[in-house]
């Protein structure tokens, strides 16, 4: 299931990020990668628990916290720190898989990486190129967001980030634990939810049915939640 969702961070929040990343330094983009993925990823990124990413981290986390549209899509129970890159022109990530176990950065610990995100911080007219391409049963699915704009996707997914010919193009990106291990579940789960949202606006009051639906879904959840 790909999820895109809209002004998950104001354009107050993007120039405050984008403030943190112009004054940092950033190095080359493979020091995170695995064996085969640093063999297709051509980037720079802000090191991986610098002050400077924490900071900026900090803000998109706090974001993702109020958005109930992330928290219906994810159902997380964990969020792995986010990380921040740029592509300036020459610039790509050839089609690659996401490692399925991650370290936490600062605690003895590691999560299942069930969902990656990408959050745009420039404006698709400030770059040419730089599309992410994510591969799923209906094809390829050819992803390029408003800065602010963010999509999430299964983990599990074949991507890549066509290569930069005009511009810069600055993200974040970061994996989630969800709470749901199966992708299908979640995808029931949140259409459900949805559901629920859609029928609750359309009454002028609470009905016993809705209930009845709200209470279907938070048992489907404990049924199926891992903690």
């Known amino acids: 299931m790909l999820v895109k969702i809209p002004s998950l961070l104001s354009t107050e929040e993007v120039s405050f990020v984008r403030k943190i990343m112009s004054d ?6 493979r020091v995170s990668a695995g064996e085969l993925a640093a063999k297709a990823k051509y980037n ?50 050839s ?28 404006d698709p007219e400030d770059y040419d190129g730089g599309e992410l391409l994510i591969e799923d049963d209906y094809g390829i699915q050819e992803i390029k967001l408003p800065a602010g704009d963010m999509v999430i996707y299964p983990a599990t997914s074949l991507h890549s980030v066509s290569q930069i010919t005009r511009g810069s193009r600055w993200c974040s990106f970061f994996w989630t634990q969800s709470l749901v291990k199966e992708d299908g579940l979640r995808n029931i ?39």
Do not use: W
């Open 95 to 122: 089609a690659h898989v996401d490692g399925a176990i991650r370290a936490v950065p600062g605690a003895n610990m590691r999560m299942r990486a069930d969902l990656s995100s990408t959050l745009f911080l420039t």
């Open 44 to 93: 720079l990124q802000l090191e991986e628990g610098s002050a400077a990413a924490r900071e900026a981290g900090d803000v998109i986390l706090r974001a993702l916290g109020r958005n109930a549209l992330f928290n219906s899509v994810a159902v997380p129970l964990r969020v792995l720190p986010p990380m921040f890159n740029r592509y300036d022109v020459g610039m790509r990530f």
């Open 24 to 29: 940092a330094e950033l190095v080359d983009g």
């Open 189 to 227: 789960l949140y259409n459900l939810d949805c559901a629920i949202i859609e029928i609750r606006k359309s009454l002028e009051k609470e009905t016993h049915g809705v209930l009845k639906l709200t209470n279907v879904y938070h048992n489907f959840l404990r049924r199926f939640a891992e903690l």
